[in-house]
């Protein structure tokens, strides 16, 4: 059986880069238990201009024409399946991530129900990823994400790269999404990896034939 992954969005700038992974998940056939705090909601629809008038309907729009299959639970409801670690998942990734949130989970708090199941992958000794979108970063922040990644957290900050070439926002999305699915062990052709482009044409990393 293959197990569902969870991903929470919280009220750092970038939220389609969350969208854009459930997005993927679900193409894939994956389930997905979905978490979005109050403060994400916000930024959904002020980034995105999504209606939070009437959630479920919204999140329809967006995520029920995949193949897979989306479980949204409310940030509030500390009694939903992935609150118990015997709920089995293959774990959570958290994009975009707050400094906020990160200081929660840094630090063992579990005030709503994305910071616990972020506490639930810890403590199960399942994957956890965190995407940070912040610049620029203070000692905190980074005392805070050092702490996690001795913990054996992953920390994919929203940087995207440029050596693929993108043309366009979705393409540098795709990257930050991509890295993200990498490090899910998830298969993916969201962007061009370094020596493909040489590969393909028959040539090594120096460019020679």
Same mark, same amino acid.
């Given at each position: 059986m293959v197990k569902p992954w969870v991903v929470g969005i919280t009220g750092a700038s970038g939220a389609i880069y969350g969208v854009r992974l459930i997005q993927v998940l679900l193409e894939q056939g994956k389930d997905v238990h979905l978490v979005i705090s109050e403060s994400g909601w916000r930024v959904l629809k002020l980034e995105h201009n999504w209606d939070t008038s009437n959630r479920a309907d919204t999140l329809e729009k967006h995520f029920g024409h995949y193949s897979g299959k989306y479980h949204y639970h409310h940030a509030q409801d500390i009694g939903a399946s992935i609150a118990s670690g015997s709920f089995r998942t293959s774990g *959570?990734?958290?994009?975009?991530? /707050?400094?906020?949130?990160? @200081? @929660?989970? /840094?630090?063992?708090? /579990? !005030?709503?129900?994305?910071?616990?199941?972020? !506490?639930? *992958?810890?403590?199960?000794?399942?994957?956890?990823?965190?995407?940070?979108? &912040? $610049?620029?970063?203070?000692? =905190?922040?980074?005392?805070?994400?050092?702490?996690? @990644?001795? *913990?054996?957290?992953? =920390?994919?900050?929203?940087?995207?790269?440029?050596?693929?070439?993108? $043309? /366009?926002? &979705? !393409?540098? =999305? !795709?990257?930050?999404v991509g890295k993200v699915l990498d490090t899910m062990d998830i298969d993916h052709r969201l962007f061009h990896r370094w020596g493909e482009q040489n590969e393909q044409h028959g040539k090594n990393s120096t460019g020679r034939n």
């Open positions: *959570m990734v958290i994009c975009p991530c /707050s400094m906020g949130t990160l @200081a @929660a989970v /840094s630090n063992g708090n /579990s !005030d709503n129900l994305l910071e616990r199941a972020a !506490d639930v *992958m810890l403590k199960e000794g399942r994957k956890l990823i965190i995407v940070p979108r &912040e $610049t620029p970063l203070h000692q =905190i922040h980074l005392e805070n994400m050092l702490r996690l @990644a001795k *913990m054996g957290v992953n =920390i994919i900050p929203a940087m995207p790269a440029f050596y693929q070439g993108p $043309t /366009s926002v &979705e !393409d540098m =999305i !795709d990257f930050v």
